[in-house]
């Protein structure tokens, strides 16, 4: 793993069957690097992330 996780880096994960408990671990372990808008939560929803995974992005951004 890079020391980074950011938004696509989380779909990628998803593809390969990653489940959402190690998606979330991983964001809460990792530097934020990425920046929501609404917009980027309603794609990433779109994209199969659950809204689960989202709050946990959003919130490490805001631990920035």
Known sequence: ????????????????????????????TSPANYRLEPADIAALENATLSPAVVQAMVEAQSRK
Do not use: E, P, T, Y
């Open 1 to 28: 793993w890079s020391s980074d996780v950011c938004s696509s880096d989380l779909l990628v994960l998803k593809q390969a069957g990653l489940s959402d408990n190690q998606m979330i671990a991983r964001i809460k």
